[in-house]
């Protein structure tokens, strides 16, 4: 494990980058680890593209600088490429393939790109790994629990020194009883899904 | 232990996660303050959030008042009853809060009375990122600025130690990256609320007539000259280390210093202020005479700077000053590690070996859209046809603040005027007669009551020609929904009352008001247009509900049936994207597709006016 661990969310605003950087702060304040995540509240939240930091060790400022981030967790394509250059050659790429097209591009009569287009561009620059968490949430009954499945897969792709019994915490923790199961579960899809793309 | 829980743990010493935001809620709980009262804004809302679920379990009375000034106004009425109380607000708000803050420093205050501002450099959520430690000048009141969440926490309390001990309000100062930075805070225990209440009849400390006035501003900087001096105040840090340089710094600013100076191994010792008004020369005095180098990393105007440089030359200290006036680092949008990099790096003269980072790729922007569902839209909607079929094509479009400011970009672009809180009516109140021009004005529920009520009234006294459109979604929406003096209270239900916008508008006058539900689009259609052809101020009240409200109702209960395209149906005019463009509908080949996870099922696509051939229906099949 790194003494320093840069992860950087993005997605579109209601796709649920909060509720992961939320997941994966608690997790490494349960563990121990000395954490700092800058959020993004108000206007900005409403469907636009969003990101949050999330700085793992020995660190105090809450924004990772330009090309530090360590791994990008990308809830969206497109959002995974305008973050590029916060991240480095080094750096580890989680994409969901789940489409949002920006409402722009429907008004200008103008089709999203293809998912395949879109990987292959990043694939070209970094190492990516993509699931789409959307369907896989499906299984637990709760789409909602897609930002956990990519907290977990990321996590488990890119070592933050985190264990599975903290982030286990952090969902108790975090989620109401009722909504506990189904993100255990997606916890666990996750890791799974982790594996099977190593492979 | 539940977060909530944790929050209000009477005995504290615990380790949380917290955001600045919810720190400052956990400082007031532990403060023991007796009331607290804001107006919603980005960045300061989450305090709110806190006070507004945990207020009567810990025996606090919270309120969302009409606007800022109003709750400093009912702070200080507690305060003058000698009760501790908080109000909090953004930037912004507290330029309306000003005025009854420029005359509050001179009385002085009973019961400590703490003031937050949460500044927003870069403008995140805002119209501008103005320096709020400026009014902490202007007034002559203690500023106190945070760096972590934990000192957010911490320094709440001696905010509130010191406001009682000179009697005068603080205004403690956080920005963004303070107030929405998530980091362990450790809790303290809870004081108990101090709850009697007094009131001294007829001595006349809080009025401002002159003749009293000239008396208190003697004492207010008699104050100030004191607490410059007062050693009890432990808000300033020195960090020393090796060598013959020094910085001096407050704020978020400290974070970035830190990394770098650790990252670099840099030979800078750090002064860190937590009290910046007044200065407390003598600290800053030494610290110059000790480090002949001097770097100042603040964000937005060189406050510290501009006193430390005046500092400096009133003790004949020869120092060597780098800051902003000197061009080292910037005087605009908010700081990051990288900016005070550059900046440390230039004064030092050190080269430091950074990779640049990749340029950005281009990819399409995503700016922030109205919700799925929105019952904004479905008004901007209506209103450009209803202009489009008078022909009216001269109207200038005057909005305001909240989420429908969204509706001044594609493909609505309703919006020649966005100025400040109110100012949509405010600005329509201009457009009389003599000048023969007309305006269409937009403004939500709570803005209406914050500032546009004045407005409303010039504009009936002085005969404009407006119509105005009061997107009345039951809501303070943009800031995260929080209740509105037209909407009953959920939480608070049992003691609060509603007030009509109709009676309003009616009692000031407006010819003519009408109520309409943007779902039925052929009705708002004809209300638009009718209010539309009548001269004078006529108001629509666009009433529906922000539909993350009742997103929220719907799931609680049952879930949320979504609208689907027949393809067989749709003709690839695409005039759904163009002029109705919900987030849910993109283009897939020749046809239109709705995504069924962001769809929210308000129908209003359905409709004629937004799909002429019938394409799109409800989808009872949908998972
Ligand atoms: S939060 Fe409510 S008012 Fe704001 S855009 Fe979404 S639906 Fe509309
Ligand atoms: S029903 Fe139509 S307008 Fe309403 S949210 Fe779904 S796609 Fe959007």
């Known amino acids: 494990m790194k003494m320093q661990s840069n992860v950087v969310i993005c997605g579109v605003g209601g796709q649920g980058v909060l509720t992961a950087g939320k997941l994966l702060s608690t997790a490494a304040l349960s563990e121990g680890i000395q954490v700092v995540m800058s959020e993004i509240h108000g206007l900005a939240q409403r469907g636009g593209a969003v990101s949050v930091d999330v700085r793992i060790g020995n660190v105090l400022g809450p924004i990772v600088p330009d090309g530090k981030g360590d791994l990008i967790i990308a809830m969206e394509p497109l959002e995974a490429l305008r973050v590029l250059h916060r991240s480095s050659r080094e750096s580890v790429f989680v994409v969901n393939t789940q489409k949002i097209p920006p409402v722009s591009l429907g008004i200008a009569h103008r089709e999203y790109p293809s998912i395949e287009s879109l990987v292959s561009d990043l694939k070209r620059r970094r190492t990516v790994f993509t699931v789409n968490a959307l369907e896989l949430a499906r299984k637990t009954g709760e789409l909602r629990t897609a930002s956990t499945i990519m907290v977990s897969m990321a996590s488990a792709l890119y070592d933050t020194g985190i264990t599975d019994e903290s982030f286990l915490n952090a969902i108790k923790r975090l989620f109401p009883l009722r909504y506990q199961k189904a993100n255990i579960e997606a916890f666990d899809l996750g890791r799974k899904e982790a594996a099977a793309v190593v492979k | ?623």
């Open chain 2, 1 to 623: 232990m539940s977060e909530i829980d944790d929050m209000i743990d009477p005995k504290g010493n615990k380790i949380l996660l917290l955001l600045g935001n919810e720190a400052i809620a956990r400082g007031v709980i532990e403060a023991g303050v007796a009331s607290a009262s804001t107006y919603p804004g980005t960045p300061s809302s989450e305090v709110g959030d806190v006070l507004y679920r945990v207020a009567r379990k810990v025996g606090m009375r919270f309120e969302y008042s009409v606007n800022e000034k109003v709750a400093l106004e009912v702070s200080f009425a507690a305060s003058t009853l000698g009760l501790r109380s908080f109000v909090f607000m953004k930037h912004v708000g507290l330029n309306v809060a000003a005025d009854a803050l420029m005359s509050i420093s001179y009385s002085g205050v009973k019961g400590g009375l703490v003031i937050m501002s949460a500044d927003d450099p870069s403008m995140h959520s805002s119209q501008n990122e103005q320096d709020n430690r400026l009014y902490g000048q202007l007034a002559h009141i203690p500023v106190i600025e945070p760096s972590t969440p934990q000192e957010a926490k911490d320094f709440i309390i001696s905010a509130f130690e010191l406001s009682e001990r000179y009697h005068i309000p603080v205004l403690f100062r956080t920005t963004t990256r303070v107030s929405h930075e998530r980091s362990a805070v450790k809790t303290g225990p809870v004081a108990g609320i101090r709850k009697s209440i007094s009131f001294d009849y007829g001595k006349m400390d809080f009025n401002s007539l002159p003749s009293l006035a000239r008396q208190h501003k003697l004492n207010l900087e008699r104050k100030m000259r004191e607490i410059a001096h007062d050693e009890r105040i432990s808000l300033n840090r020195m960090i020393e280390r090796e060598g013959s340089w020094g910085a001096i710094t407050s704020g978020v600013g400290y974070s970035y210093l830190t990394d770098i100076i650790e990252e670099y191994d840099l030979p800078v010792s750090v002064l860190k202020l937590g009290l910046t008004n007044p200065l407390q020369d003598n600290i800053i005095l030494d610290f110059m005479r000790k480090y002949n180098n001097i770097i100042i990393v603040e964000e937005l105007d060189p406050y510290l700077e501009t006193k430390i440089r005046a500092l400096a030359q009133l003790n004949s200290i020869s120092v060597k000053i780098y800051g902003k006036m000197d061009g080292y680092f910037p005087t605009d949008y908010e700081y990051d590690g990288n900016v005070v990099l550059r900046g440390v790096a230039r004064a030092m003269g050190l080269k430091i070996d950074e990779k640049a980072p990749e340029p950005a790729v281009k990819v399409t922007p995503r700016p922030p859209v109205l919700c799925p569902g929105c019952p904004h839209r479905a008004s901007f909607f209506i209103v450009k046809r209803a202009l489009r079929m008078l022909k009216i094509d001269d109207a200038i479009i005057s909005s305001d603040i909240g989420c429908y400011s969204l509706g001044a970009l594609d493909p609505f672009d309703m919006g020649d005027i966005i100025i400040s809180m109110g100012t949509s009516v405010g600005y329509s109140s201009g457009m009389v007669p003599e000048f023969g021009k007309r305006s269409v004005t937009f403004i939500g529920d709570s803005t209406l009551f914050h500032g546009g009520l004045p407005g409303i009234v010039n504009a009936v006294k002085n005969n404009a020609q407006t119509t105005i459109i009061v997107l009345d979604n039951r809501t303070t929406a943009m800031t995260g929904q929080q209740p509105t003096p037209s909407a009953l209270d959920p939480t608070y239900e049992d003691d609060m009352k509603e007030i009509s916008i109709e009676s309003t508008l009616k009692g000031i006058g407006v010819s003519k008001v009408v109520e309409a539900d943007p779902y039925d689009l052929k009705d708002m259609l004809h209300k638009v247009t009718d209010c539309l052809k009548t001269p004078g101020v006529t108001a629509i009240i666009a009433k529906r509900e922000c539909a993350i409200l009742r997103d929220r109702k719907i799931r609680r209960v049952s879930k949320i049936v979504p609208y689907h395209v027949i393809p067989d149906k749709c003709t690839g005019c695409f005039r759904c994207v163009t002029d109705f463009s919900c987030p849910a509908m993109s283009i897939k080949g020749n046809k239109v597709v709705i995504d069924a996870a962001l769809c929210d099922g308000c129908g209003v696509c359905a409709e004629r006016f937004v799909c002429p051939y019938g394409a799109i229906e409800v989808d009872e099949n949908a998972e």
